[in-house]
């Protein structure tokens, strides 16, 4: 959410970001909003000068009535001013019921108009012009065929998605076995490599009221994403950043305390609404996974500089497990209303011979901050709002099919990365049971 100052001051500039962000439907918001903010802050200052009205008359009238003991005709003017107290009583009544009124239309038309994104986002409609920016390690393509990653896990007795289809539905499975182990073991290894950056590792609550959810996410991602709890005001969570995040809902964070540089552990659940073609089945895209999320709030001043050791922190983590992957700049189009700036960390498939998602890092800017309140009190006592930034740093199942597919060997088996093997009780790979 963009600061209201900035559309009274600038409004083409809003109105160009929007252009930006292919999102010309918005555009009669940005004049939506400057109305409201008209008739809010005539009905505030209308109300300010009753309320100064009020108490000078409210003098006035104490006056006369002392006055009243000795000039009877003081007291009929102490009721004139009675009533054109109770009068503008009446109007401020109204007043401060209009404030509200137009203090809730202004915040959800302001929640729907897009953040300012970075002058350095590419510009384009949607994610077929996300920009590639480099690569890390050489894609290979073995010289024997790759299975689905499914089959790799069946192998392996490692999964089992029809039990799951007859408890839960689609989208859901059981990890078994060594696969079982591997998914933790990356896990933990994610854990103790950000742990080795200086981050605070976290265990964060798995579901948020819906006031949090508001404030860490737009309302098309909200609906598209989350899961309520019917009768609650609970939400599961998608993804750890929110309610990591919505920990500091109307906290004032004092500025030496910057930066706070937090790694969560958590489950996520998602809906993933929308069609599913033959790379989204098996483990690709579920309606339940487990994450290990870095998190960082800084000084306006240094976020910009975190999200990009940011990133740089997955490359190091998924090539320390001989996995090739490539940074990807999001482009205007393909960044969520809150997202100021983007990349997306993409592993290489040999079997598909492309790159796919693993990673997503944004800079938030101050829209989270804004939206819950979130404030630094600088050693001279300014107060200024937070940046906050999130990005993925292993999301296991699906990582598990990059880490497969790159360490398949011809034998059917799997080379485990040396990383994980302390977290494998040794193993050195994984061998198909049939």
């Known amino acids: 959410?963009?600061?209201?100052?900035?559309?009274?001051?600038?409004?083409?500039?809003?109105?160009?970001?929007?252009?930006?962000?292919?999102?010309?439907?918005?555009?009669?918001?940005?004049?939506?909003?400057?109305?409201?903010?008209?008739?809010?802050?005539?009905?505030?200052?209308?109300?300010?000068?009753?309320?100064?009205?009020?108490?000078?008359?409210?003098?006035?009238?104490?006056?006369?009535?002392?006055?009243?003991?000795?000039?009877?005709?003081?007291?009929?003017?102490?009721?004139?001013?009675?009533?054109?107290?109770?009068?503008?009583?009446?109007?401020?009544?109204?007043?401060?019921?209009?404030?509200?009124?137009?203090?809730?239309?202004?915040?959800?038309?302001?929640?729907?108009?897009?953040?300012?994104?970075?002058?350095?986002?590419?510009?384009?409609?949607?994610?077929?012009?996300?920009?590639?920016?480099?690569?890390?390690?050489?894609?290979?393509?073995?010289?024997?065929?790759?299975?689905?990653?499914?089959?790799?896990?069946?192998?392996?007795?490692?999964?089992?998605?029809?039990?799951?289809?007859?408890?839960?539905?689609?989208?859901?499975?059981?990890?078994?076995?060594?696969?079982?182990?591997?998914?933790?073991?990356?896990?933990?290894?994610?854990?103790?490599?950000?742990?080795?950056?200086?981050?605070?590792?976290?265990?964060?609550?798995f579901m948020m009221h819906g006031a949090i959810v508001e404030g860490v996410m737009s309302q098309s991602d909200m609906d598209a994403m989350m899961y309520k709890i019917e009768g609650e005001d609970l939400y599961l969570i998608g993804t750890s950043e929110h309610s990591m995040i919505g920990r500091y809902i109307d906290q004032i964070i004092p500025e030496a305390s910057l930066p706070h540089t937090l790694t969560s552990y958590s489950p996520c659940f998602r809906k993933e609404k929308g069609a599913h073609g033959l790379e989204e089945r098996g483990v690709y895209r579920i309606h339940q996974f487990e994450k290990q999320e870095m998190i960082v709030m800084c000084k306006p001043e240094d976020s910009m500089t975190w999200y990009e050791r940011m990133w740089n922190y997955s490359v190091e983590l998924f090539r320390s497990m001989d996995i090739p992957v490539r940074q990807l700049e999001c482009c205007s189009g393909d960044l969520a209303d809150l997202k100021v700036k983007s990349c997306d960390i993409e592993a290489w498939s040999p079997r598909q011979e492309k790159y796919f998602e693993v990673c997503s890092c944004s800079n938030l800017g101050d829209a989270q901050a804004r939206r819950l309140k979130i404030r630094i009190r600088g050693e001279d006592g300014k107060m200024t709002l937070a940046h906050t930034l999130n990005n993925t740093v292993v999301a296991p199942p699906r990582m598990l099919i990059a880490l497969l597919e790159n360490n398949l060997c011809a034998d059917g088996s799997v080379r485990i990365p040396e990383p994980l093997r302390p977290y494998m009780g040794g193993k050195e790979r994984l061998v198909p049971a049939k």
Do not use: W
């Not at 200052?45 to 006369?64: P, V």
């Not at 915040?107 to 510009?123: K, L, T």
């Not at 499914?150 to 078994?176: H, P």
């Open 1 to 205: 959410m963009i600061d209201i100052k900035l559309i009274r001051e600038n409004p083409e500039l809003v109105r160009e970001n929007i252009r930006k962000k292919f999102q010309e439907a918005k555009l009669p918001l940005v004049d939506r909003a400057l109305e409201l903010d008209r008739l809010n802050r005539a009905a505030i200052n209308e109300a300010s000068e009753l309320r100064a009205r009020r108490n000078q008359l409210s003098k006035q009238i104490g006056a006369l009535m002392g006055q009243a003991k000795k000039d009877p005709a003081k007291a009929g003017e102490a009721e004139a001013l009675k009533a054109q107290v109770k009068a503008d009583g009446e109007r401020l009544a109204q007043l401060e019921e209009l404030e509200g009124k137009y203090d809730g239309e202004l915040r959800a038309v302001m929640m729907r108009i897009p953040q300012i994104i970075d002058p350095s986002v590419p510009i384009g409609p949607d994610d077929s012009c996300n920009v590639e920016v480099q690569r890390f390690g050489e894609p290979k393509v073995p010289d024997f065929p790759i299975p689905y990653h499914t089959q790799i896990m069946e192998s392996l007795n490692g999964i089992d998605l029809d039990g799951a289809r007859r408890v839960a539905g689609n989208g859901f499975y059981y990890l078994m076995g060594d696969v079982a182990r591997l998914h933790e073991a990356v896990l933990a290894y994610a854990r103790d490599f950000m742990i080795g950056k200086g981050f605070t590792y976290v265990i964060p609550p």
